[in-house]
């Protein structure tokens, strides 16, 4: 058997893409096996992650998003200002780990650029099908996932609801992007192709919904609207095509309630649903806000300098994880609205340099290049979903959230600037006389 080289390099960034998306529990299981290999297999992650930022940066001859870089970095000056001023300096450690998905940000627009989407598209699908199985699994077979863990990359039954196991996993912003990529393949395709399409999008339905987050479900339900009415909207889409979409989705709507309301089916769904609604997270129920927002009221009250407003209070400042119930060695130095924890950590220099070079510059800049491509649409919905959550939960401060966030800034950027260098290319080609016409054409 012989692999071509499109192959390899698919299997090999798939699998390089999973280190940072905790998709294999790398990390976790070293940890589990030997504290101090997870230490040292980490140490080497940012070792990896450097080695290809500097790979990026020879085969460039630049540094392709350094406000996204510079963000990443930050850390880095704590750890030299920590250590100058012989100061602990253990806050700043955990975000090298915490930002290194930002770190990785100019290798993976060197990665978009020189690839094709259908390349693109392929490799990240390999990672989200692999991450939604087994979040799946994790809530199918409970027994199966570890019950305890404080990794990023680890698969964990965090809490019970009910008799509901709670799964807490990494790659959820990538599942999200999987989910557009069904929804908008669902459009285009028929036949055997529609079934296969339909059933991965129910697989990534089901992983974002084994979480349990009534914030995340509530963003990824919004954006998932937006996509639909998006490819409603659009005229490449047959309007026979959308007729059969509807058609189909209401006969199953209306199947299942058939079978729910004319069989014995309904008293188990009534007892189900008594049995769910005191539940915090089936309802409306606003203790855990409370929580979060007595969090940031109490890290705010720490900031009493302009200084401290500009550049924040640093990675070395720590709060309580529970303000009401405190508990020794219970602390954190981010907060659970990831905005309001950049903020406080980085100040507003750092809440600048990730909403204007993570968020806006990317789409801006597509909004005046206009590039086109299959995978723009739902980049910009991935990138869309992850700003929303950020308002809700921690999403900045984690690695797979910062990555997925770097790689859909990182792949507009990419694809504007083909775009641009395509466009410019085609105007410098001179003109050139055809006699025999009697015209001219373009080389």
Known sequence: MQLRRRDVDLWLHAGLFSVYLGALSVFGNLRRIDPSLGSAAQLGLLLVTWSLLLFAVW?????????????????????????????????????????????????????????????????????????????????????????????????????WVGPLPRIFYPGMALVFFGLMISLRNIFLTSGRQLALETAKAMLFVGALAVNLSRGITMFAVLVTVLLVLVKFSSTRVSAGRKGRLVLTTLLSLTGVTLLVVATPLSDTVAQVAAGF???????????????????V????????????????????????????????????NELHYSYDSVRWTFGLAGLALLVGFALLQPVLRLLVIRPQGPLLLPMVLTGGFIALVGIYTVVFTTTDWSFVLSLCAAYLNARCEAWRGAAASTRSVPLRFSIPTGGFSHD
């Open 277 to 295: 609604s005191n539940q915090e997270r089936f309802s409306l129920d606003q203790r855990n806000l409370d929580w979060r927002v007595q969090q």
């Open 59 to 159: 085969r460039t001859k630049r540094l392709p998003l350094g406000g996204i870089v510079l963000l990443a970095l930050l850390p880095y000056l704590h750890m030299i200002y920590f250590s100058a001023a012989a100061e602990p300096v253990n806050g700043a450690f955990s975000y090298f780990y915490k930002f290194s998905g930002f770190l990785m940000a100019p290798y993976l627009w060197l990665w978009a650029r020189f690839r094709d989407d259908r390349q693109i598209e392929g490799t990240l699908m390999v990672v989200a099908l692999v991450l939604a199985a087994r979040a799946v699994l994790s809530f199918a077979v409970p027994a199966l996932t570890p019950t305890s863990g404080r990794f990023g990359d680890d698969f964990i039954v965090y809490e």
């Open 297 to 332: 009221r109490a890290a705010y009250r720490l900031i009493e300098t302009d200084e401290e407003r500009l550049l924040g209070v640093g990675t070395n400042t720590f709060i309580p994880e529970s303000i009401e119930h405190p508990e020794p060695g219970q602390v954190t």
